[in-house]
Protein backbone atom coordinates (compact mmCIF):
# COMPACT_ATOMS: atom_id res chain seq x y z
CA UNK A 1 0.00 0.00 0.00
CA UNK A 2 1.75 3.81 -1.23
CA UNK A 3 1.38 5.92 1.61
CA UNK A 4 2.62 9.78 1.11
CA UNK A 5 2.93 11.93 4.33
CA UNK A 6 3.50 15.55 4.47
CA UNK A 7 4.92 17.65 7.19
CA UNK A 8 6.67 21.22 7.31
CA UNK A 9 3.94 23.46 6.57
CA UNK A 10 2.77 26.02 9.11
CA UNK A 11 2.48 30.10 9.92
CA UNK A 12 5.04 32.09 8.42
CA UNK A 13 5.46 36.34 7.92
CA UNK A 14 5.38 37.16 4.47
CA UNK A 15 9.24 37.05 2.97
CA UNK A 16 9.99 34.44 5.16
CA UNK A 17 10.69 30.26 4.24
CA UNK A 18 9.83 27.08 4.96
CA UNK A 19 10.45 23.64 3.67
CA UNK A 20 8.10 20.72 3.14
CA UNK A 21 8.57 17.52 3.37
CA UNK A 22 6.68 14.30 1.49
CA UNK A 23 7.93 10.57 3.12
CA UNK A 24 6.81 7.67 0.79
CA UNK A 25 6.04 4.14 1.84
CA UNK A 26 5.24 1.08 -0.75
CA UNK A 27 6.80 2.13 -3.72
CA UNK A 28 9.67 1.70 -5.77
CA UNK A 29 10.33 5.66 -5.23
CA UNK A 30 13.30 6.33 -6.71
CA UNK A 31 11.95 5.75 -9.88
CA UNK A 32 8.74 7.61 -9.38
CA UNK A 33 8.05 11.38 -10.73
CA UNK A 34 7.13 13.47 -7.84
CA UNK A 35 5.46 16.85 -7.92
CA UNK A 36 4.26 19.19 -5.33
CA UNK A 37 0.62 20.87 -5.73
CA UNK A 38 -1.71 23.21 -3.87
CA UNK A 39 -5.10 24.14 -3.49
CA UNK A 40 -6.15 27.68 -1.89
CA UNK A 41 -9.78 28.03 -0.38
CA UNK A 42 -12.35 28.15 -2.87
CA UNK A 43 -9.84 27.94 -6.22
CA UNK A 44 -8.74 24.53 -8.13
CA UNK A 45 -5.86 22.52 -6.99
CA UNK A 46 -2.73 23.54 -9.17
CA UNK A 47 0.96 22.60 -9.82
CA UNK A 48 3.24 23.98 -7.77
CA UNK A 49 6.91 21.89 -9.10
CA UNK A 50 7.36 18.50 -10.16
CA UNK A 51 10.91 16.50 -10.28
CA UNK A 52 11.54 13.66 -12.67
CA UNK A 53 13.21 10.57 -11.35
CA UNK A 54 16.51 11.73 -13.17
CA UNK A 55 16.04 15.31 -11.35
CA UNK A 56 14.20 17.51 -13.76
CA UNK A 57 12.52 20.10 -12.55
CA UNK A 58 9.17 22.03 -13.61
CA UNK A 59 7.31 25.36 -11.51
CA UNK A 60 4.48 26.91 -12.22
CA UNK A 61 5.13 30.75 -13.26
CA UNK A 62 4.37 32.11 -9.76
CA UNK A 63 6.70 30.23 -7.81
CA UNK A 64 9.74 30.36 -9.73
CA UNK A 65 12.80 31.70 -8.47
CA UNK A 66 11.31 31.66 -5.21
CA UNK A 67 10.57 27.24 -4.81
CA UNK A 68 12.96 24.71 -4.92
CA UNK A 69 11.76 20.94 -5.40
CA UNK A 70 14.40 18.23 -4.74
CA UNK A 71 14.44 14.51 -4.04
CA UNK A 72 16.36 11.96 -1.77
CA UNK A 73 16.00 8.37 -3.27
CA UNK A 74 17.90 7.17 -0.05
CA UNK A 75 15.53 8.61 2.34
CA UNK A 76 12.47 8.10 -0.25
CA UNK A 77 11.17 11.78 0.62
CA UNK A 78 10.76 14.60 -1.43
CA UNK A 79 11.04 18.41 -0.87
CA UNK A 80 9.94 21.69 -1.48
CA UNK A 81 11.88 24.59 -0.15
CA UNK A 82 9.88 27.78 -0.04
CA UNK A 83 11.52 31.11 0.12
CA UNK A 84 10.62 34.75 -0.27
CA UNK A 85 6.78 33.53 0.96
CA UNK A 86 3.76 36.11 0.11
CA UNK A 87 0.12 35.62 1.62
CA UNK A 88 -1.23 34.48 -2.05
CA UNK A 89 0.76 31.01 -1.27
CA UNK A 90 -1.38 30.27 1.59
CA UNK A 91 -2.72 27.19 0.59
CA UNK A 92 -3.19 23.32 1.79
CA UNK A 93 0.22 21.61 -0.24
CA UNK A 94 -0.51 18.05 -1.51
CA UNK A 95 2.38 15.58 -2.45
CA UNK A 96 1.96 13.21 -5.17
CA UNK A 97 3.35 10.24 -7.00
CA UNK A 98 3.33 9.23 -10.02
CA UNK A 99 3.80 5.13 -10.50
CA UNK A 100 3.36 2.58 -14.07
CA UNK A 101 2.61 0.45 -10.69
CA UNK A 102 0.51 2.18 -8.66
CA UNK A 103 -0.95 4.89 -10.18
CA UNK A 104 -1.64 8.27 -9.15
CA UNK A 105 -1.14 9.05 -4.82
CA UNK A 106 -1.55 11.73 -2.99
CA UNK A 107 -0.58 12.93 0.51
CA UNK A 108 -3.16 13.90 3.35
CA UNK A 109 -1.79 18.09 2.87
CA UNK A 110 0.03 19.99 5.08
CA UNK A 111 -1.63 23.60 5.64
CA UNK A 112 0.72 26.76 4.54
CA UNK A 113 -0.53 29.85 5.84
CA UNK A 114 1.58 33.28 5.12
CA UNK A 115 0.97 36.40 6.96
CA UNK A 116 1.26 39.99 5.35
Known amino acids: QVQLVESGGGLVQAGGSLRLSCAVSGSIFSINPMGWYRQAPGKQRELVATITSGGDTNYADSVKGRFTISRDNAKNTVYLQMNSLKPEDTAVYYC??????????WGQGTQVTVSS
Open 96 to 105: RQTSLFSGIS
